[in-house]
């Protein structure tokens, strides 16, 4: 029993240690396996390749990548990139998946928020277990960071001039070629010099002088440094209306030359600026120019002739002047123009606390007469939107509107019995007017004599019925028939004055010849009440 208990327990060693062997291996394979597979990655290879490079190989890559310059101690340009982009910096590589592909595979290295340069990794078969290994192929440093750290200088000055960088005197003859600034429009020829260098990153001192006199430095910008013997050169800008064709000595102006887009055209009425087809402003500006311009501008093909013209500024302006407008309210009125309250403000207040203008000469003949604001809105150049309300309960005021450019408030409600008076005032004086029309100059001049003892004498009213009467040549019986006489847009001004309506179609048959005339439209009415009873002032044909 013995000897089999001895037996067993051999065995079961002799098993585990079989086993513990073949434990330790495969964990050593699968450790071999795993640290094949993770070299195998590119990120692995391209995060080792930054590991190895050191401060060495960085700057011998920027002594390779910059260029040197007479105006610059190179070595010391090196350590300054260096010691900018590099030194103590976590560099970190970012694989750029639209670069890559099978087999080879880019990486973008960065310093912060500057991307240096590109890592090109190409894969090889040297690793175990079959799976591949990157070698480095190159590393190019970016154009961009190539500027950031060796800039690129354009440098203009006048031919004859010399120019110092960086303390270290000009070497050599520049490129001969016209002004930077006004080739196009006053062509002086090759006049300047054009000189082209590097400047590594650091101090850039740049200065310029001729016969001994310093130059002024007119520009510097992206690189760019223009000097002049006048450090005064015009810079000329034209506003116009957009969609404008722009001439400066005869030569027209390109996009280039556009400075802004969509400024408030400049002729604006303040209270029409935020409507939806306002026009708008273009302005241009041509810098450098060595005396006045000529300027012309085209709208449409047409030359546009008003202009401010200040210190070396042109505003242009639509040659069709705005339009001015009136509106006639009830003292106390909440006033809206194109949706902008104008109650009260008084730059557009004409008149305070007067009568109608319908009615302003016969002032003293008023009685109780309805006061009114006056408000004008000048050089307007859309027909205004009206909103008049009644400032204790809100109600809207119907705006009318009296002539093509003055509109009034209708303020005072009607009795039935005030309002059938007006009618028929309006309708007597309309049908005596339809038959002095149509008769013309009858034999007893009746309907002559009948419009005129309805009117007030001297008032325009009377003068206009005394021209006509000289036109009338005609005499001639007609039939008259009213297919329509309706009277409304009735207006109080006082207690004895008042505007109404008349709206008349009316055609007249003639008596013994074949012959059928019409008559169609609309009088405003103006009435006063004198001594001699009620009397048309005002005769006014309007658009229906």
């Known amino acids: 029993m013995n000897n089999r208990n001895t037996a067993f327990k051999k065995g079961l060693l002799i098993y585990g240690a079989v086993l513990l062997f073949l434990v330790v291996v495969s964990q050593i394979v699968l450790w071999a396996f795993l640290s094949s597979y993770q070299k195998s990655l590119p990120e692995t290879a391209a995060n080792s390749f930054l590991k190895k490079a ?39 590589v970012r694989r750029s998946a639209l670069e890559s592909k099978e087999g080879y595979q880019v990486f973008k290295i960065r310093s912060d928020d500057v991307e240096l340069g590109s890592l090109y990794l190409k894969e090889t078969d040297d690793g175990s277990f079959g799976m591949a290994r990157w070698k480095t192929e190159k590393l190019s440093l970016t154009s961009a960071f190539l500027d950031k750290v060796n800039a690129p200088i354009t440098l203009y000055l006048p031919k004859g001039a010399v120019f110092t960088v960086n303390g270290v005197s000009s070497a050599g003859k520049g490129e001969e070629t016209e002004s930077p600034y006004v080739t196009v429009f006053e062509n002086k020829g090759k006049n300047f010099e054009k000189h082209l260098f590097r400047l590594p990153c650091g101090k850039q001192e740049i200065a310029a002088s001729m016969d001994g006199s310093s130059l002024p430095l007119s520009e510097n910008e992206n690189g760019v440094y223009i000097f002049d013997l006048s450090g005064e050169r015009i810079e000329q800008t034209i506003t116009v209306p957009e969609g404008a064709e722009v001439y400066v000595n005869e030569v027209r102006l390109t996009t280039e030359y556009i400075t802004q887009k969509g400024v408030i055209y400049p002729f604006l009425n303040p209270l029409e600026q935020g409507l939806k087809d306002a026009p708008k402003s273009t302005v241009y500006t041509v810098k450098g120019l060595y005396q006045k311009p000529a300027l012309r501008v085209l709208y449409g093909g047409e030359e546009l002739l008003g202009a401010e013209k200040g210190e070396n500024q042109a505003v242009y302006a639509f040659n069709e002047k705005g339009v001015d407008y009136r509106l006639e309210v009830p003292i106390g009125a909440v006033v809206k123009v194109n949706g902008v309250d104008v109650s009260d403000k008084d730059e557009y207040i004409e008149a305070k606390d007067v009568p109608s203008l319908d009615v302003k000469d016969y002032e003293a003949e008023l009685i109780n007469p309805v006061k009114s604001v006056i408000y004008s809105f000048k050089g307007m150049m859309f027909v205004p939107e009206f909103d008049v309300q009644n400032a204790d309960n809100g109600e809207k005021y119907t705006v009318t509107k009296a002539t093509q450019t003055e509109y009034i408030c209708k303020n005072t409600p009607f009795s039935d019995e005030i309002l059938q008076e007006y009618t028929q005032l309006g309708t007597d004086f309309t049908v005596a007017m ?25 008032s325009p009213a009377y003068q206009s019925i005394m021209d006509s009467y000289a036109g009338m040549y005609w005499r001639r019986q007609y039939v008259i028939t009213y297919n329509d006489l309706h009277v409304d847009n009735f207006t109080q001004y006082a207690d004895n004055a008042f505007s109404c309506d008349v709206h008349y179609d009316v055609t007249g048959n003639a008596v013994n010849v074949s012959r059928v005339d019409y008559a169609k439209g609309v009088y405003r009415l103006v009435f006063i009440k004198g001594a001699e009873g009620w009397e048309v002032i005002k005769l006014t044909l309007i658009d229906e």
Do not use: C, Q
Not at 56 to 67: A, C, Q
């Open 434 to 458: 339809m038959e002095y029309m149509f008769f013309g100059r009858d034999y007893l001049n009746e309907t002559f004599a009948r419009v005129l003892s309805l009117t007030r004498k001297g």
């Open 54 to 92: 050191d401060e060495t190989y960085w700057k011998g890559l920027l002594t390779e990548s910059i260029h040197g310059s007479p105006y610059s101690d190179k070595n010391a340009d090196v350590n300054s990139a260096y010691d900018t982009y590099f030194k103590d910096k976590a560099l970190k």
